[in-house]
Structure formats: C-alpha cells, structure tokens
C-alpha cells in the first residue's frame, strides 16, 4: 500500500514512582501507564523520490530531524533498506509537553505505520529494540492498553484492562521537559515514593475506586510546586467530584478519574470556561 492513516493515541501515567538512579545516571522507573482514547492522526504517503518530508498543523512542532516521527521514519529505512521517499503528515490533538506521551507515540505510530504498509519485514522484538532507542515511552506506545513499565521503561508486563470509567484530562497553560523535570526532582527534599503493587491488585480486580486510591506520582509535587495551576487543577476536579486526580507522566497534563459521565463533562466544561484545554476520554484497550 502506498497511503496509510491512522490515529495515533496518548497515554496517562495511573501511578508513577521513581525507584532509583542507574550508575549511567538514568533514573528507573515503576509505573502503570494507559492508553486513552485521545489521538493525533498520522498520514504517510509512499514517494518516488528518496528522503523524508514532514508536516505538522502546529508551528512550532519541528517538521525536520528534530521530531521524534521523523527520526522513527530514518531508523526504519535504515533497519529494512526500503527504497523510495515518505512524506508524512502530522494533525496534533495531544497536548504538547504534557506528559502524555505525545511525540513518542507519533514515533511508534510511525514505526507500525511502516512496518504495515511494507509488508510487516520486522518482527515485534526487533521492532520494540528500535522503538527503545528512541526514548523511553516509545516501546509501550507500539502496543496499547494497561502495561506496567520498569527499568527504564523496557520492562513491559500487560496488566488486567482498565475498568469502564470516564477521564477528564486538562492542560495547564506551562509545559514541562521531562529532562528538567528529573533535575528538578533529584533537588526536590521531600520526595514520594509509590507502590506500584496497589495498582496492579486494583485493576485485577476491577475496582475503580481501588485504582483511584493507588494513584500517585513522584514528579507531582516537585513540580506542582514550580508550576501551581498543576494543584490547582488537581483541586478542582477533586471538589467537582472525581474520585481522584493525579498529574501524568513529568507532567504538565492533570487528570481525573470519574465513574459518572454528567460528573466528568460538568468538570470538562467547567476547566474549558477556564480556557483551559480540556477533554473528557475513556480508556483504550488491546
């Protein structure tokens, strides 16, 4: 096939505790993450003329070697040969410097992308080692669901769906590099530390409300502390009556678990009249 188009989905981080520092410096990582049910959408189209050629609706979005979906496309012409050109084209609807996952999962989208329309010539393993080399969330963004992730984010064990629930998910006006948001941490003195085994045994079991009670992330206070609309946010979804709220990922993305709909689009509306950017989702799973 020469043309393909897809959806390409973000993630939240249900709890995230950072157990430890490598001896490389890399800092490893417990947490549950979970596909939900906001995209960008991806087009790739075959050319005859050698070389990559990237768009993006947001400007400031690199279109070069600097975006992660481009250096995905180079990694795969050069693990398999193929031989020809691909233009492709990016409509961004994931918050941007969020935490959610935004550039990783346009990188793994990309890679499955390709891998399909040549006719799948890498097989999974080869494909999330690829996948690893190019950050950290991108191995967990090639499959989809409820995966626990540690190491560095390679170690990937699938755990029990997700629950029917409603998520609402709000940008703050700041954005946050991940790479400032572990200095930032390490300076932090009153770190938090999180069980990653609550998560698990709440979703085997299927208990929303257990779930919202293990939520918990190790950047959230350091950096809400830096960045306040963080906890402000948080403190709204949990007066409008989510079961609880939680930043994601190294932020800046807060959101909130609901198990009434009229609940979370009252809270979606309300976070929008503030012109925060804001949608309400449900999960998405394998």
């Not at 954005?175 to 698990?200: E, I």
Request: with cysteine; charged share 25%; aromatic share 6%.
């Amino acid at each position: 096939m020469d043309r393909l188009k897809r959806e390409s989905y973000g993630k939240i981080n249900l709890m995230l505790n950072i157990a430890g520092v490598r001896e490389d410096g890399y800092h490893t990582l417990e947490t549950v993450m979970q596909t939900v049910g906001l995209y960008d959408t991806i087009e790739i189209v075959k050319k005859a003329e050698k070389g990559i050629t990237m768009h993006c609706d947001l400007p400031y979005v690199p279109s070069d070697e600097r975006n992660i979906a481009w250096k995905a496309a180079d990694k795969f012409i050069a693990h398999t040969g193929f031989d020809g050109g691909l233009d492709i084209t990016i409509q961004k609807t994931i918050p941007v410097g969020g935490g959610m996952a935004g550039g990783s999962t346009n990188a793994a989208t990309v890679l499955n992308m390709l891998n399909e329309m040549c006719g799948m010539p890498i097989r999974d393993p080869e494909l999330e080692a690829i996948a690893l080399s190019l950050g950290a969330d991108v191995p967990f963004c090639l499959k989809k669901g409820t995966y626990l992730c540690e190491g560095i984010g390679e170690i990937m064990t699938r755990l029990a769906d997700m629950p029917k629930c409603f998520i609402v998910v709000c940008k703050p006006r700041a954005s946050v590099s991940s790479k400032n948001a572990y200095g930032v941490y390490d300076q932090y003195p009153n770190q938090q530390h999180f069980d990653h085994t609550r998560m698990v045994q709440a979703l085997r079991n299927r208990d929303i409300r257990a779930i919202a009670a293990a939520m918990g992330n190790s950047f959230e206070a350091p950096i809400g502390e830096l960045c306040p609309e963080i906890l402000e946010i948080k403190a709204k979804m949990l007066q409008m009556g989510a079961l609880n709220a939680a930043m994601t990922g190294s932020g800046s993305v807060v959101f909130g678990l609901f198990d009434n709909v009229d609940l979370a689009h009252k809270t979606k509306n309300a976070l929008r009249a503030e012109r925060y950017r804001t949608f309400c989702v449900r999960p998405v799973n394998r």
